[in-house]
């Protein structure tokens, strides 16, 4: 059973995350029982990279993907080999990669023939050899909330020049080419949409095969939708399995056997319903024509990624916990703005929000923020504190810890670059 949101603030402050695993393996054993079988799943990182999630998805049998140094260590600290991780994304720069190669990656999705390049001089200094797959763009089909390729942008290699200039992306040093990447849409609540766009890439894989791409390992991304800040349930993809079997028995015989293996990754849905924010109301100002429900958190800990049109919604739906420990009243007197402690009118939560009565000291609660809350944030604006992070399991709270900004000295490589030490900067909050 859910803890009391009044009795987690009591002990830990507000603003508050809270973050059960238990809803995690929930998520973790409703994602599989969609997927055809066998088939790898990688949990991505940059939905939540708290190693307690991470630890959780490891131990249900998840391997990593990830995208950046900070997350290579997050999955570390969460306990992943370099031999479990995938590393991907555009841009990856040349020490990165070799601080991944260090750690233990073998496995990566190359955007570009440069980052196959990049990846494969890395593998040769270190002695060492990559396996990469080839993030595919250009595949469109359905429908979805954020559209990540069918036209020309910075993720994957164009469907026809990779056809054209297939022999030349065999033939790197350093570098093994072992099949295909997908990740053509992200957050598709829609199954029809999803399954359209899955049935898009295994048709494209089973083409480049043909084609002669070695096809060892088909990465078909994921999409998988989940509601951000409002009551709603998971989508659970009911004939996906069904629909997902058929194409790969049709377009890549043998992937039963392991020939190719089929992988899929996911963020938001494995994590996102397992997490809620918790602020506390600090006033709440009536005008003539609106109502602020003024609360201790803002877009530097909930939404910061709203540009992209996905996070900050009007159908935020949080609810309220009253002072006495209460649910909120049924009563609804109207819509309010919620908004936040940050010196910027861009500090707005949710337009048109129905909280019921609410007052100075009631506990608002977000619901379904356990992916893309805090970390997407505005972390460092106006130097506010980061909300504790609380992580429940089996009801019981068994970690709290605080994400800190430091100031850090960074030593330079030049020996043109000697600074005198300055003690009032050495360790200084940012």
């Given amino acids: 059973m859910t803890t009391a949101a009044r009795d987690l603030v009591r002990r830990f402050g507000s603003p508050l995350y809270v973050y059960e695993t238990d809803q995690v393996r929930q998520s ?16 991505s990182l940059k939905a939540n990279p708290h190693p307690a999630l991470a630890r959780t998805l490891r131990l249900g049998g998840c391997g990593a993907e990830i995208s950046s140094p900070g ?51 890395a593998a040769t200094e270190l002695g060492v050899r990559a396996d990469c797959l080839i993030r595919v763009s250009g595949v469109l089909e359905g429908a979805a909330g954020i559209r990540m390729s069918g036209r020309a942008t910075q993720f994957g290699v164009p469907l026809d020049e990779l056809t054209r200039d297939l022999p030349s992306y065999l033939t790197v040093p350093g570098t093994r080419v072992v099949g295909a990447h997908f990740f053509p849409v992200s957050n598709t609540r829609d199954e029809e949409s999803l399954t359209a766009e899955f049935l898009g890439s295994v048709r494209t894989a089973g083409r480049l095969r043909a084609l002669g791409l070695p096809m060892e390992l088909v990465d078909l991304g994921g999409g998988f939708g989940a509601p951000f800040a409002t009551r709603a349930v998971r989508e ?29 990754e996911s963020g938001r849905y494995l994590v996102a319903d397992c997490g809620r924010l918790l602020a506390t109301v600090v006033e709440v100002k009536r005008g003539e024509d609106k109502t602020h429900v003024l609360i201790d958190s803002g877009i530097n800990h909930l939404a910061g990624m709203s540009g992209s049109g996905r996070l900050l919604r009007p159908v935020m739906e949080p609810f309220v916990e009253r002072r006495d420990g209460t649910p909120g009243t049924a009563s609804d007197p109207g819509p309010v703005t919620v908004a936040g402690p940050l010196c910027t009118p861009a500090d707005v939560l949710g337009h048109q929000v129905r909280l019921g ?7 608002l609660v977000v619901p379904n923020v356990g992916a893309y809350g805090m970390t997407a944030g505005l972390l460092a604006f106006l130097s506010r504190d980061l909300p504790v992070e609380v992580v429940l399991d089996g009801g019981a709270a068994v970690s709290a810890t605080r994400v800190e900004l430091r100031r850090t000295r960074i030593r330079s490589t030049s020996d043109d670059d000697q600074f005198q030490p300055d003690p009032a900067t050495q360790g200084e909050r940012t």
């Fill in 71 to 121: 997350e290579l260590r997050a999955a570390a600290l969460a306990g992943w080999p370099g031999g479990r991780c995938l590393y991907t994304g555009p841009a990856k720069t040349p020490t990165e990669i070799d601080e991944a190669l260090r750690f233990g990656v073998r496995r990566f999705s190359v955007e570009s023939a440069d980052d196959l390049r990049r990846v494969g001089t």
């Fill in 236 to 264: 659970r993809y009911a004939g996906l399995r069904q629909a997902l079997g058929d194409a790969l028995d049709e377009h890549l015989p043998g992937w039963r056997a392991g020939r190719p293996a089929v992988a899929f």
């Fill in 357 to 363: 009565e609410v007052e100075a000291g009631d506990v």
């Fill in 28 to 43: 973790l054993a409703d994602l599989r029982a969609v997927l055809p079988e066998p088939a790898e799943l990688y949990y």
